[in-house]
């Protein structure tokens, strides 16, 4: 186990009912949830690995593959959805060659889909690490990952 996860350990008691809090606390120390990371927590909780997984997949909160250092979220709202995000989706789908979902092989990239940023009435628009860029067109697109994100 490594030492992290000790670290969260300590922080709780080993109840089952502890599950959710230690499967937030794990993901927001690593990232996102690891096969390993949940087998340990299982062990932890002395529950079936399949219980801490079912739980898990449940959730759309939980991850299960790690971030890129570039993490893309692409609104999905209705405001967003009507002018224009499912073609700014495959704009960048296309420029980066890894899907919804994905993260690239090098961890450079990852893209998650949300239901609302926040900022409805900059629509289309997405966050790259937090920061949002809207009013998105596909030309803008081309523009954003060309000059400042390769
Ligand atoms: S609908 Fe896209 S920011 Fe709200």
Do not use: W
């Not at 079936?48 to 790690?66: I, L, M």
């Amino acid at each position: 186990m490594c030492e992290c996860l000790e670290t969260i350990f300590k922080k709780f008691k080993g109840k089952e009912e502890e599950l959710i809090p230690l499967l937030q606390s794990v993901q927001e120390e690593a990232g996102f949830l690891s096969e390993s990371a949940m087998r340990d927590i299982a062990k932890f909780l002395r529950i079936p690995q399949s219980k801490v997984h079912g739980v898990a997949t449940f959730y759309a909160q939980f991850r299960f593959k790690p971030k890129g250092r570039k993490h893309i979220m692409l609104c999905r709202g209705t405001a967003c959805h009507v002018k224009g995000a499912p073609r700014i989706l495959e704009e960048i789908e296309n420029h980066l060659e890894i899907k919804e979902g994905e993260t690239s092989a090098d961890l450079e990239h990852s893209i998650e889909s949300v239901a609302c940023i926040g900022a409805c009435s900059l629509a289309p628009c997405i966050t790259v690490n937090n920061k949002v860029h809207a009013d998105l067109t596909p030309q803008k697109i081309e523009a954003l990952f060309n000059k400042r994100m390769n």
